[in-house]
């Protein structure tokens, strides 16, 4: 029988192969780079950006992947091809630069902030909903890549709120995976501030956070950190939706403990072919991750429902990237859902997000909807992270794990 040695050093090779096929390559540096060219029936998205990066050199990158001494802020407006020309859930990287506004994404302009002026940008750009919304990017993405994939999700849902992105420093690379889970450690303390501001402007309803892959721990505990120190989490953020999230079930389980009573509304997406995080998985302690749990097995199921945690199964959606994780960005019946439900804080019911054979999703929650106010949340939400519980879930993910392992023997010829 094969050692786990070797099949994780099949299964990275895998991984790495995938992720540089799907990569980037050809895209140009420097897409950050304002184009003074409109195309017709283009969109703009207005992103407000906070980052704990360094500042690069390079024009048109804006900031690297290392790790800064002092948050920075910009104003960044994204130009989004019309709609007829691009397929939605899609970011359409220009082949060159400048820019093709009428078939591609378009830099419109960068406008340097300091962290004070945030409000005067909120006072511009919230809407009438006076919502905001957060998101967190996972492992293994640039400056750029945020933005323009946070400027696609804001677009595509068609959600009425002020986008604010956070982006910590990554370095972009499948290699420096250890590199990034450091980083989101380093800006904890920044995420947390920057949450407290936006809670405390007076013009400011609602905050909603999304965070994908690894992102999902900063949240968490930048989350938990604002608990700790205030006693609870700011009543204004409403939502947390963690989009496959790079979370060890034992430690959310901490966590969501240490929220409080008074804690968000929760959604998770999840789908159990998500390899990044088989990945991660393996080189965690084989620990399981948060984003790629069964919930219509027990105890998963009954302690999701008790906690009032909303969750979505993607498994069955064809992902339109290699390693299926980044499918809630992806799907445009997903990101509808987080533009029209998710992010007003209403229930949805298998209705809603189009279940079975046309999403293939499966919609997890409290009686007969999901995500309902009327949720009861328990004290101590940990049983279902109880490892001595997990026995069976575990056996299935091995499976699934020597099924990549085989794949990769079979491409590999080794």
Not at 26 to 45: D, M, N
Request: contains cysteine.
């Amino acid at each position: 029988m094969e050692n786990r040695a070797g099949f994780s050093s099949r299964l990275i090779t895998a991984l790495v192969v995938a992720v540089l096929l799907a990569g980037c390559a050809g895209r140009p540096e420097g897409v950050l780079i304002p184009t003074a060219t409109q195309a017709a029936g283009a969109s703009k998205v207005d992103v407000l950006v906070a980052t704990t990066r360094r500042p690069s050199d390079t024009p048109g990158v804006l900031f690297s992947g290392e790790r800064g001494k002092e948050p920075q802020v910009t104003e960044i407006a994204v130009s989004i091809p019309p709609d007829k020309t691009r397929e939605v859930g899609q970011v359409q990287w220009p082949s060159k630069l400048p820019a093709n506004p009428a078939k591609e994404f378009a830099t419109v302009s960068v406008t340097p902030l300091k962290p004070e002026s945030a409000r005067s940008w909120l006072a511009a750009n919230l809407p009438k909903s006076r919502r905001v919304m957060v998101f967190v990017h996972g492992f293994n993405n640039r400056y750029e890549d945020a933005v323009y994939r946070f400027a696609q999700i804001v677009h595509d849902s068609g959600t009425d709120v002020a986008p604010v992105l956070f982006t910590w420093p990554s370095r972009g690379s499948i290699f420096a995976y250890n590199y990034d889970k450091e980083s989101t450690n380093y800006s904890r303390d920044a995420l947390e501030m920057m949450l407290r501001r936006l809670a405390t402007a007076p013009n400011v309803g609602e905050i909603t956070v999304m965070a994908h892959s690894m992102g999902s721990w900063l949240t968490v505990e930048a989350l938990r950190q604002m608990a700790i120190r205030d006693g609870r989490v700011a009543p204004k953020i409403t939502n947390v939706i963690l989009a496959s999230p790079d979370l060890d079930v034992d430690v959310f389980g901490r966590q969501l403990a240490e929220l409080g009573a008074k804690k968000p509304h929760f959604t998770l997406f999840v789908s159990q072919d998500d390899r990044a995080l088989s990945l991660s998985r393996r080189i965690s302690g084989n620990i399981d991750r948060l984003g790629q749990v069964d919930p219509t097995i027990e105890p998963y199921r009954t302690e999701f429902e008790k906690a009032g945690i909303v969750v979505l199964d993607l498994t069955k959606l064809k992902g339109g990237d290699s390693l299926n994780h980044g499918k809630f960005a992806e799907s445009p019946e997903v990101v509808k859902l987080i533009g029209n439900r998710l992010i007003a804080g209403q229930a949805v019911t298998d209705s809603d997000v189009g279940l079975g054979e046309r999403l293939g999703a499966v919609a997890l929650g409290t009686a007969q909807t999901v995500g309902s106010a009327a949720s009861v949340a328990v004290s101590t939400p940990i049983a279902i992270f109880d490892p001595n519980t997990r026995r069976n879930y575990n056996d299935q993910v091995d499976r699934f794990g020597n099924s990549i392992g085989n794949t990769v023997q079979s491409a590999t010829g080794q």
